[in-house]
């Protein structure tokens, strides 16, 4: 078997490899950016990793193992820290919206919700598929993610987000909605990363089309 290419590319520029290691340290500065790392504990990371390979570090491994494993304990203050003012902003954007447009409507769940096009309604089952297509935006309107237009997608009822099924139960099948979601029915106190913030109310507009039991 041929292994990987550790030449330089026809370009002259980063061999395979390099641009391997460039990546992976990428994809790990992503990893932890959560840690809110300044100039400073930016410069001891680096410090780290080039100790290491030079086989000079400074800590002992338990001192190593002991330090490593606050990370966890970081990430989750911050998260927790996030998530309580994107639910402040969150419950004060709805609570405008309700004042200024007296056709949303909300749920005991928390869900803010308009109805554009009533449909009808549907026996659900743990069989039950549902085609819809949507549009998902942060509250201040930037759109993060969707369907293709005019290309709905076929999913399993029971595998999409909490807000979609208790919108489909209120609009139906062949109906459309606009709904505002609380983090408790979409991602939660941790968000999804790099998309999603921990805490965060999102917008979505869905069309809900047949569903059928397979």
Same mark, same amino acid.
């Given at each position: 078997?041929?292994?990987?290419?550790?030449?330089?590319?026809?370009?002259?520029?980063?061999?395979?490899?390099?641009?391997?290691?460039?990546?992976?340290?990428?994809?790990?500065?992503?990893?932890?950016?959560?840690?809110?790392?300044?100039?400073?504990?930016?410069? /001891?990371?680096?410090?780290?990793?080039?100790?290491?390979?030079? &086989?000079?570090?400074?800590?002992?491994?338990?001192?190593?193992?002991?330090?490593?494993?606050?990370?966890?304990?970081?990430?989750?203050?911050?998260?927790?820290?996030?998530?309580?003012?994107?639910?402040?902003?969150?419950?004060?954007?709805?609570?405008?919206?309700?004042?200024?447009?007296?056709?949303?409507?909300?749920?005991?769940?928390?869900?803010?919700?308009?109805?554009?096009?009533? &449909?009808?309604?549907?026996?659900?089952?743990?069989?039950?598929?549902?085609?819809?297509?949507?549009?998902?935006?942060?509250?201040? &309107?930037?759109?993060?993610?969707?369907?293709?237009?005019?290309?709905?997608?076929?999913?399993? /009822?029971?595998?999409?987000?909490?807000?979609?099924?208790?919108? /489909?139960?209120?609009?139906?099948?062949?109906?459309?909605?606009?709904?505002?979601?609380?983090?408790?029915?979409?991602?939660?106190?941790? &968000?999804?990363?790099?998309?999603?913030?921990?805490?965060?109310?999102?917008?979505?507009?869905?069309? /809900?089309?047949?569903?059928?039991?397979?």
């Amino acid at each position: 078997m041929k292994g990987p290419d550790v030449s330089e590319t026809d370009f002259g520029a980063k061999r395979e490899i390099d641009k391997t290691a460039y990546a992976i340290g990428t994809k790990y500065a992503r990893a932890i950016s959560e840690l809110g790392m300044d100039k400073q504990s930016q410069q /001891f990371f680096v410090e780290g990793i080039e100790d290491h390979f030079e &086989g000079k570090i400074d800590f002992s491994e338990e001192e190593i193992n002991i330090y490593a494993l606050r990370v966890d304990d970081i990430i989750a203050y911050k998260r927790a820290e996030i998530s309580k003012d994107e639910k402040s902003k969150g419950e004060e954007f709805v609570k405008a919206l309700m004042e200024r447009d007296s056709k949303f409507q909300k749920t005991e769940s928390g869900l803010v919700y308009k109805i554009y096009k009533e &449909g009808k309604k549907t026996r659900i089952t743990d069989k039950t598929f549902v085609e819809l297509s949507y549009r998902s935006f942060h509250l201040n &309107g930037d759109r993060y993610e969707g369907t293709p237009k005019g290309e709905p997608r076929e999913m399993p /009822f029971k595998g999409i987000l909490k807000a979609w099924q208790e919108a /489909f139960k209120i609009a139906g099948a062949n109906s459309s909605i606009i709904i505002y979601a609380p983090p408790s029915l979409t991602y939660g106190d941790a &968000g999804a990363a790099p998309y999603i913030k921990p805490g965060e109310y999102l917008k979505y507009q869905i069309k /809900f089309y047949e569903a059928t039991e397979k």
